[in-house]
């Protein structure tokens, strides 16, 4: 290599460095800036998106503490199982285990449910019932549409 070098004249050489400069340069930019500058540019948007995203939750929980405080008193531990019994076959859900807890809470145990008439119900119990959810943990289930529910429902504090 370096006798193939020193074959050359200055100005090939000169050339050809100048050439290995800009094509250094050119790599550079292709493998490290530019993906980085691609990157920071997706991650702004991702922060606006979840500053609005953040707006929109707050204004959300401001509804909810306005409905919680003209919601309905709150029930004693064998009229929330009743509540909630009376409410799942209201929906059409089908209750798989309904477990009392040592706070006085329940929980309720739902598969293979429609998931547009779980959150119908989650909606009543919680805006017109005035109940509280300490866990809720939903999955998909076989078919579409469909999901498995697990659900920790409280008294209100």
């Given at each position: 290599?370096?006798?193939?070098?020193?074959?050359?004249?200055?100005?090939?050489?000169?050339?050809?460095?100048?050439?290995?400069?800009?094509?250094?340069?050119?790599?550079?930019?292709?493998?490290?800036?530019?993906?980085?500058?691609?990157?920071?540019?997706?991650?702004?948007?991702?922060?606006?998106a979840t500053a609005a995203a953040l707006?929109?939750?707050?204004?959300?929980?401001?509804?909810?503490?306005?409905?919680?405080?003209?919601?309905?008193?709150?029930?004693?531990?064998?009229?929330?199982?009743?509540?909630?019994?009376?409410?799942?076959?209201?929906?059409?859900?089908?209750?798989?285990?309904?477990?009392?807890?040592?706070?006085?809470?329940?929980?309720?145990?739902?598969?293979?449910?429609?998931?547009?008439?779980?959150?119908?119900?989650?909606?009543?119990?919680?805006?017109?019932?005035?109940?509280?959810?300490?866990?809720?943990?939903?999955?998909?289930?076989?078919?579409?549409?469909?999901?498995?529910?697990?659900?920790?429902?409280?008294?209100?504090?």
């Amino acid at each position: 290599m370096a006798a193939w070098w020193s074959r050359l004249t200055v100005r090939e050489q000169t050339s050809l460095l100048l050439l290995s400069i800009t094509v250094g340069a050119w790599l550079l930019w292709m493998v490290v800036w530019s993906p980085l500058a691609a990157k920071r540019d997706r991650m702004v948007e991702q922060n606006v998106a979840t500053a609005a995203a953040l707006v929109r939750v707050d204004a959300l929980s401001a509804q909810v503490l306005q409905a919680r405080e003209g919601a309905a008193p709150a029930r004693t531990g064998s009229n929330l199982a009743a509540v909630v019994n009376q409410s799942t076959v209201r929906f059409g859900l089908a209750v798989s285990r309904l477990q009392p807890g040592a706070r006085g809470d329940l929980q309720v145990r739902l598969e293979n449910a429609q998931f547009a008439d779980l959150v119908a119900w989650l909606h009543q119990l919680e805006l017109r019932e005035g109940l509280v959810f300490e866990e809720v943990a939903i999955t998909q289930a076989g078919s579409a549409g469909r999901v498995n529910a697990t659900v920790r429902i409280g008294q209100p504090p």
